[in-house]
DNA sequence: ACGGTTTTGACAACTAGGTTGTCTATAGAC
DNA sequence: GTCTATAGACAACCTAGTTGTCAAAACCGT
């Protein structure tokens, strides 16, 4: 019997929301509370040279405002450090600490354990089958999932 | 070389998105604007039983209020319909309509589809064989997806 | 060098989808 | 007949966003 079409996708969201999940625990016990997908995203994106929160906001598809608040619970959070361009007094530029190098380094590591663990249940080549199979499928990776509600409201492209 | 954990999640949740999103645009087309997964799903366990806001509350894992609101837009959009209890006068019993069973019917046509087309782009083997292996994986399907900030806050359980 | 336009980031007010706590009315149990 | 539990409503709050407005700073063209 062929599965339904709503079992997929109801099967993908439960793969992502398995690793997320699983994820965001393994931080947790390694020092990193409460960090999630968006976070490190974040922090790539300013590591790759959106230092200012415009600039963060444009690359991510948000609001300055979005932006600012991310990175407002970025600096507390010691991830990220910002002081005021001394040729643009209006900007604030920020560089990515040590402690979000390590986040994005255990972030990484915990990833690959779970995705490694994954191979282990059901064997390499079938998971990197299931991985061949999503990108022919033309499957782009996302770069936003901060959206609230993303799974409620309608898509607003 | 292989792929990373992250980008194995990535995949995952951009597969779903890519159903849910073309879903939910199908949907608009055919007539069911602003639908989205959970609201299929709440009718769905409306007709199986839950047919008061506390009963789909507790079936679906979030406060009464939650579900209240849910109903609340489902009833005005002519999904369900409801009626005070005549045993006994606190509860409002409601019933999924035709138009309700219409859009079910709908959704799952559409979701149909949509799997139909990726298993012509890869073929229906290699479709069964992705479904198979997140089935294999243990993936449970989610009974919750409409968390705000899913993607963003520590899950709570 | 001055004046108009653009950009930055902050503030306020709002939305959507949740939460908890409080409350009344009704129902069920002993 | 009182005591407890349940249904659903209301208010207040949370979180992650949004838009609009604004002052200060920077950029640009004459």
Redesign the pocket.
């Known amino acids: 019997m062929a599965r339904s079409g709503a079992d997929l996708a109801l099967l993908l969201l439960g793969g992502f929301r398995a690793l997320a999940d699983a994820a965001s625990a393994e931080l947790a016990k390694r020092g990193h509370e409460n960090i999630?997908p968006?976070h490190d995203f974040a922090i790539r994106t300013i590591d790759a040279g959106a230092d200012?929160?415009?600039?963060l906001?444009?690359q991510l598809?948000?609001?300055?405002?979005?932006?600012?608040?991310?990175i407002?619970?970025l600096e507390q959070r010691g991830y990220v450090s910002g002081e005021v361009?001394p040729?643009?007094?209006?900007?604030?530029?920020f560089t990515v600490t040590d402690e979000g190098h390590a986040l994005l380094r255990t972030g990484e590591q915990v990833f690959d354990e779970l995705r490694a663990q994954w191979a282990e249940r059901i064997g390499t080549t079938e998971l990197e089958r299931l991985e061949e199979a999503l990108s022919d499928l033309g499957i782009r990776i996302p770069t936003r999932f901060?959206?609230?509600?993303y799974l409620?409201?309608p898509p607003t492209d």
Request: no cysteine.
């Open positions: 999630r968006v200012t929160a415009s600039e906001a444009r598809g948000v609001s300055k405002q979005a932006a600012a608040k991310t407002g619970f361009d040729r643009d007094s209006r900007r604030r530029r901060d959206v609230p509600g409620t409201n």
